[in-house]
Every structure is written in structure tokens, then in C-alpha cells.
């Protein structure tokens, strides 16, 4: 029989402490810096690998905007073309890695070159132009979406096994369904047929933009139909995540215990059950604010819209490279900024990310 | 010890699914004031089933088809709790029976403070509370099952198991009820935690005199703190008796195979070898 | 006759932002064929550790694990010879047999893999080994794990640690998730294995009475170090050092307590 007595400070009084695998972690909230240091440095290696892979891939397709340009535009004398080459960025006497070094300096300066399909204008100005209109028309739909769904969701979830479950399959159907099926649908029903809605565009030709009655009321006009496709094509997918979430959610004993306590249902509902089943919509919903831009494509397509995603088709087809190179470089940053947002919403809303990754 | 607080008349619990399950049959038991009721029994034999049936909170498909069950209150009134409706049902919740759940880690909101899940209980079963009534109730709260006030603001994961489960003892304690149900409080925690939390029931219950519904399938620990024990097997209880009868005089077969299956500690070794 | 020597050995996890955390702290012992040690201790006092060490899924960070007085294989063919002399049995019968494979997948697999008995013979092992753990063999040989309760499933993971007939077994809290009323009956089965193999088997538990029944020594794991360790008896009933005694004055045991309360008159 051998006693080993066990010295030294490891030794804690174990009934006080409560000896568990899960120990108990101090309830100070500290600043997690190197969480958010990796994050930066994540976030940092990801914007300049799309940065990179932008500025590689036009240029390793056949053709450039020049050749497209001369093709339609008669009477352009070869020095023009190059002049016109060297203005883009496009003359051929710099090396491949001259060419990367000046790009990255212009981006630094947040000169992101001249748009050869919009009369040489600044590819900056262009975006600017086209962005408010998408952000305004698909951020606006998505959010309502998400909202909607998500609150659906958690009434369907709520109620499983009443008639609310009905909803599911029509919402999913509807989801399914191509987008430009609905839009085309929705213009020749309401525009075309019942003629409650104008056909496409922003706002009537002869309006002049401005911050007018009549031309806000022509946008939400406009834009209503859009609007309620977009809304209607994605509900699906948040109802369904969030009633899925929810029937997981209330098998969780803190709703049972929350029932048990006597506690209204509404309290119930919201506070115990749909707070948690919410924390993986969130993820979502910033992937969807990250794709905003990248979807606008069809959309804006089908109801004719000057929105990023119309500017971004066009500009690829005529090749006009450094209004691309924009475009995309916009749809990264959208993604890269909700990322960052869901970080940060996340570390609100659910208290386990804010230590457990410290 | 005579005086009944709870009974429960020829009680069953029906669970409705495509080949129905009688979870639960034809209970009747009598749970008396300041005593504490030892319920044992394997998993599935109902035990858990008949304690959350009584106070209604199981879920469909499970059905009652049978049964009584009368709250006498300390005032002196009783009440039919399978006849309340569902206002009276929550108002009746936790202000007269309250609960300590098993899993002491998923028994708390992952995303509320602790201080806020205990707060909500005054919120709702106390509306005309203030806010600062409150604050210093769930304080004092924290302090009676020693886990200090200044945790009110922690989350749950960042309290250990043991810290958990004083936690929801607090909260069962918070509207000073007349009794409360112990579903496993300690299954999940180390012996040495399991016995402190034991030893803070017992403070607990010498302080505020609520009666205690201990349910559990650990046989021995049962054996060390209850009046009387219920054996459960199939949805029966096949030996209700005092503690020291179950131990002594034990009448029923499976309760003396239940008392067999556990190793003595101390005892001489049963088994030869 | 095989035998495990652990000698001083340490373990020592970095843990970021907790620095260094020693999960084992210069632990000593030998596990020989025949013997059987119950080695107890709360959680978080390196109890699995110690079978992570022993079945080589971690490496001490100091001391050595010597097999009959060479050093434990590290990789390769010696390396799983090595674990096929000694055995593990996991805590949750569920989630250490595969859902997708039926029982005799779950037999067959290591009897192939250690060669023990010519092919031909392996069918009738099977049936043997499930004989052994007192399982119906015919019943039960092409059920998937989820059809069996809880009992028969780890009845199947004890089976499945004997089939390359190792000398040792480590047993990781072998009943703690089954009924108690199934507990004992699955430690006497192992209790009788072990007896007429003249298996060494390791057993390890928070849970001191079934520690003293099943085994004849007993180690007290706290807090990364062996605090006490002798004859079961001796460590149950005439504990010597602060912890163990805690741990036994903490454990429920109705027979001290009917004494000590005057003959049962509560």
C-alpha cells in the first residue's frame, strides 16, 4: 500500500470549485484580440486573393476591349488604338507584373480605371451609379425575406402539426421555381395584363431623378414588383430553416423548463425558443447580403433595372475589362463586409462565440 | 407528516403514437407536506412521464386518459390540476410546484444571462415587482444556493455543472414553493458536486420547509435522503414504503433485485472471488 | 503473461490562453495479465488520459509505457500487433460501433485483421465470441447496432475487444451509460472473462463501489497524480489519504448509513 500525497499549489479545494470537465471560465468579458486579429488577418489574405484573381483572369482571356471597340467603332487610327490601349492599362510593352504593381496602386488610390461602354468614364462613377439601385432593390428584398421567413418560420415551427404547415410545401414550390419564370409571369400578369404595375426600368422615362415626390413615388412604383418576386421566390428557404430550427429548439429542456416556470406562451415562443433557432439564419442571411450583388444579375435582367448586376452583364459582354474587374471587385468587398457583419451579430446574439474562440 | 399536499388518484399517461404506450398506469400516490419522495425506477419505467404528467407538462402525442390529481395548498384550499385552465395552469406553475431538471447544462437559455432566467420568473409571476425588487430578489437568490450575486451576469457555459444545477435550484426556490419535483438533479455531476448539492438541498429545505419529489434510477443515494421511496416498474408502482422498510423489509421482488443490482461499498463483497 | 510498466509519466497539454495544464502528473504502475486495477477519480482527473496513453493514442510528454520491458511500438505493424494485445472497451456502446455495419462486420473485422483463427474459421468465432458475452448469437449476427438495447450493444464491444485474444483490456467507464440494473450484470460477465482468460484489464470509473467489486486494486486518480493506491479493500475500506476518504464519504452507501442512523429509525 503506497500513499502518495499530493503537494504543491495544483491542488484546489475541489468541492468549492466544483470539479467538472466543464469548467467554469471567468465571467469578465475580455476583449478577444487575438479572435479578431485572425479574423483582420483572414480577411486581409481573402481581399487580396480576389483582388489578385481578378486582375488575372481578364487577362488571360483572347480579345480585349480594344479590338471590341475598334470593331464598332469605324475609322480609329491604330496610334488612337494605342493610345487608347495604354490608357487601359493594356499596352502590351509592360510585363505582366508592372501591370499587377500599377493595378494595385490605382486600386490604392481607388482609381479603378475608365469604363471604354460608358464614354470613358470612370468605372467608380459608374458603380456609384448602379449601386443604389441594387443595394436599394435586392437589399431591401432581402431583408424583408429574411424577416418574413424567419418569422413565419418560427410561428410555423411553433404550431407543428397544425393547418400553418400547410404554407410549407407552397413556399418551397415557389422557390423552386427558376426566378425568371416568376418575373416574366409577374410582369404579364400585373404589368401586361391587369397593367397595376409599369413594365420594368426604375422610374418612367421624363422623370427627372431627384428627390421629388413624383419620382420617389415612380421607384417604389418601379420597383414594388421586383420587389415582391424576389420576396416571394426566396421566402422559402427561411421558412423552412427557421421552422426546421424551431422543432429542434423546442425539444430543448430550457422550453420545457420555460413552460414549466409558467411562462406565457409569446415569452416562450420568442425569447427562449425562436432567440435560439435564429443564431443559423443569421449565417445565412449574411451570405445572402453577400450574394445581393452577385444575384441582381436576373433580376435586374428580366425588369430591365440599371442596377449593378444589369451593368456587370454588359459590360462582360462587351468586354469592357476594368468596368468588370469593378464590378467584381464590388461583389467581393459585399461579401467580404456581410462576413464581417455576421461576425459581429454573431458575437451579440449568441454568447458562446465571444469565448470560446478567444 | 400525515398532511397531504399532493395527490394523485389512479393516474395514467398514454403516449398516442401508431402502437400506443402506456407510459404510465393507474398511479395513485400521496405526497405529504415537508416530506421528501423518493420516486426510482429504470429508465423508461414512467417515472419521469408521472412526474411531469401531474403537472401537465408533457407534450402530444402523450394523452391523460385517466386519473386525478389535487393540489391541497398550504391556505387550505384544494385544487383539480387536471381541471385548470391554461391562465390558472400558469399562474399555478412554479408558484406552487417547481422543477430541477435533469441536464443542468441544457436546462439554461444558451443565450440569456442567468440573472435575466431567473428574473423572468418575478417578471411574470410577480408583475408588480420593480426592476430593482427584482435585481435584489435574484441576488438574494444566487447567494442562498451560494453561487454569489455577482454571477447574475454570467452565461451559462461559463459556470460549471455544479454551478449549473445551484443555479436551477435557485430558480426552482424563487417563488418560495410549496413543493418541488427533482427530476436527476445530480446524475450528470461528480460524486463529490453530487454530494454538496445534496447537502445544499438539505440546508435548503430545514430553511424554507418545501416538500421534495426526488426522482432518480441511483437507488443507494435514494436509500440517504428520502422518507419514503416509490418503486416504478412498467408504469406501476409496485412498493411505495419508508426508506428504512425498502432497505430492511423490502416486499416486492423487482425492488429487491433493484437493491441487488448495485455493489455495496463497504459491505462484504457479495459476489465470491 | 504479458505486463504494462508506466513509468513517471507526465502529460502536459498547452492550452491557449492557460498555458500548460498537466493532465498527468509522474504516474506510475504496472497492469500484468491476471490482474485486475480499478483506477478511480472525478472527471478532468486524467483517468482517460491515462487509457489514451496506454492504447498509444497520445504520447507522454515525459516517462515511458514499456510491454514486457521494451518500449511500446510507436508505429506501424509492431504498432497494431501492440494493440491487439491490448484492448480498449469505450464508455458509449452507441457511438463506438458503427450504425452502418451489422454485429458480424463488427466481429469479423478484427479477426481478419489479427489473424487468430484460420479464415474458414472465422464464421464460427463470431458465434463464439457472441456466446461468450452471453448473446444469442444466431439472433442478434446480422442486426445493426440500433436494433440492440443498450446492454447487448456493449455486450457486442467487449465481444469485439476479445477477438485478437488480447492479453489486457481497458475498459473507459464500460457501464456507465447502461440501466443499473444491467450494470452489474455486464461487469460480472467481464468479471468471469476475465478470470477464465486470466485477462489484465484496467477498469476505469468514477464510480468507487463498482470499482471495489470488480477489481483487486484500485488506484485514486486527483487531479493528474495517483494519490493512493493498494487493495481494493484496503483503499475502500481504510483510506489513507484525505481525497479517497472524501471521495468514500461522498459516495451513497445505505449500509453505513442505516448503521449510522440507530438501526434505521428514520
Redesign the interface.
Known sequence: MTTLSSPGPAETDVVADGTTATRATPARARVPWRFIGRRVAFYLFTLWAAVTINFFVPRMMKGDAVDNYLARNRGISPEAADALRALLGLDSDRTLWQQYVDYLGMLARGDLGVAITHGLQPVGQVIAGALPWTVGLIGLATVFSFLIGTVGGALVGWRRGSRLDALIPVTTFLSTVPYFWIGLMAIAVFSVALGWFPIGKAYGIGTAPGLTLEFVGQVIRHGTLPLATIVVASLGGWVLGMRNMMLTVLDEDYVTVAQAKGMPNRRVLWRYAARNAVLPQIQSFALSIGFIVGGAIIVEQVFSYPGVGKMLLDATNAKDYALMQGGFLVIVLAVLIANILADVAYAFLDPRTRQSEA | MSDPLLSVRDFSVRYETAAPVDAVRDVSLTVHRGEVLGLAG??GCGKTTLAYGV?R?LK?PAVIPGGSVTWHDADGSDTDLLALDPDA???????KV??V???A????????TVGAQLA??FE??RPAMSRSARTAAVGELLEIVKVGA??S???P???????RQRIMIA?ALALRPQLVVMDEPTTA????????ILREITRLREAFGFSVVFIT?????L??IS?RIAIMRAGRIVEID???NI??RPRHDYTR??L????????E?K?A? | MTSIDVRGVWKTYRVRGAGAVDALQDVSFTLSSGQTIGMVGQSGSGKSTVAKILTQMERPTRGQVLVDGRPVPSRGAALRAYRQQLRMVFQDPFASLNPYHSIRHHIERPLALSGVVPREQIEAEVHRLLARVQLDAGAVVDRRPHELSGGQRQRVAIARALAPRPALLVADEPVSMLDVSLRMGVLSLLSDIQAQDGLGVLYITHDLATARYFSDEIIVLNQGRIVEHGSADEVILRPRHPYTRELREASPDPERFFADSAGGAR
Open positions: 429504470e429508465s403537472q407538462l402530444p395552469l400558469r399562474a399555478f406553475r412554479w408558484d417547481s422543477m431538471f435533469q441536464g447544462m441544457s436546462a439554461l437559455n444558451p443565450v440569456a423572468d420568473v411574470v409571476h455577482a454571477r451576469r454570467s452565461y457555459h461559463e459556470l460549471s455543472g455544479g454551478m430558480m455531476l461528480d460524486v463529490l458536486v453530487q454530494r454538496e434510477h441511483d437507488l443507494p443515494l436509500l440517504e422518507d419508508t426508506a428504512a432497505w430492511f433485485t433493484l441487488s443490482s448495485f455493489p455495496r461499498l463497504t459491505a463483497r459476489v472471488r
